[in-house]
């Protein structure tokens, strides 16, 4: 389970966020564990303040721009992997060609993804979350993970599932594995530190609003970015 994999979804959310304008019913009626939720939100919103934060901006801070680039493709390189089998078990052909060839590319001509030498290729964004609703799988309710943060009870088991093929997850290392979540995650973390003030800025209720925003931007990859239009309750 990969903490990048969590901040990068919630870096599209700041986009794809401030542009919902009322709360969804839908979301509202997927949310039977609210109460659980709230406390877990809390608790990871305390960490991310006592710790992440801290830590990604000293990160930002003192790491050279061309450093902080050759990382950040390392990471979207082994997240490519995921994403390639994704695609083929979604039976996207096409699209697993061209993601397959930036992981072979990356990986032997970028120096094991240190400089992305695709960066004509189009990078998409699978999961087995996604896999499981292009097949016809609910989302479920959602749930908020300690840590790990927004997600549903399909979203969860598809993260489960994609530790089978990320590589971090089958590095046999335990310090090497971890070491290797904990520079993802505060990588993906340090991307956020100039979005997340228009966040903070738009917000009431934090918990509701990423509640809201994740189950809309979920929604939306499970469709490539063409969902079927959600009916609001004033609507005609």
């Known amino acids: 389970m990969s903490l990048m994999r969590i901040f990068m979804l919630l870096a599209s959310l700041l986009l794809t966020a401030c542009a919902t304008t009322k709360p969804s019913s839908d979301a509202q009626q997927k949310d039977p564990f609210e109460s659980f939720n709230r406390s877990v939100?809390?608790?990871?919103?305390?960490?991310?303040?006592?710790?992440?934060?801290?830590?990604?901006?000293?990160?930002?801070?003192?790491?050279?721009?061309?450093?902080?680039?050759?990382?950040?493709?390392?990471?979207?390189?082994?997240?490519?992997?995921?994403?390639?089998?994704?695609?083929?078990?979604?039976?996207?052909?096409?699209?697993?060609?061209?993601?397959?060839?930036?992981?072979?590319?990356?990986?032997?001509?970028?120096?094991?993804?240190?400089?992305?030498?695709?960066?004509?290729?189009?990078?998409?964004?699978?999961?087995?979350?996604?896999?499981?609703?292009?097949?016809?799988?609910p989302s479920g309710p959602y749930l908020v993970l300690p840590v790990l943060g927004p997600s549903s009870i399909r979203d969860s088991t598809g993260l489960y599932t994609d530790s089978y093929v990320s590589v971090i997850s089958n590095t046999r290392d335990v310090p090497a594995r971890n070491s290797a979540w904990a520079a993802e995650g505060v990588d993906a973390r340090a991307k956020l530190l100039e979005q997340e003030k228009v966040l903070d800025e738009a917000m009431i209720d934090r918990y509701s609003f990423f509640r809201d925003a994740y189950l809309m931007h979920r929604q939306s990859l499970v469709y490539d970015g063409n969902p079927p239009r959600q009916k609001f309750d004033d609507d005609e």
Do not use: C
């Open 41 to 137: 939100f809390k608790f990871n919103d305390t960490l991310d303040k006592a710790v992440l934060k801290p830590i990604a901006k000293g990160y930002s801070t003192v790491t050279p721009t061309p450093v902080k680039t050759m990382v950040s493709n390392f990471f979207s390189n082994l997240d490519d992997v995921v994403v390639t089998v994704n695609d083929i078990l979604q039976l996207k052909f096409k699209q697993a060609a061209s993601d397959g060839a930036r992981v072979i590319f990356n990986t032997t001509f970028g120096l094991f993804g240190l400089i992305n030498v695709t960066d004509r290729l189009e990078k998409h964004n699978e999961d087995f979350g996604q896999t499981l609703g292009y097949w016809g799988v």
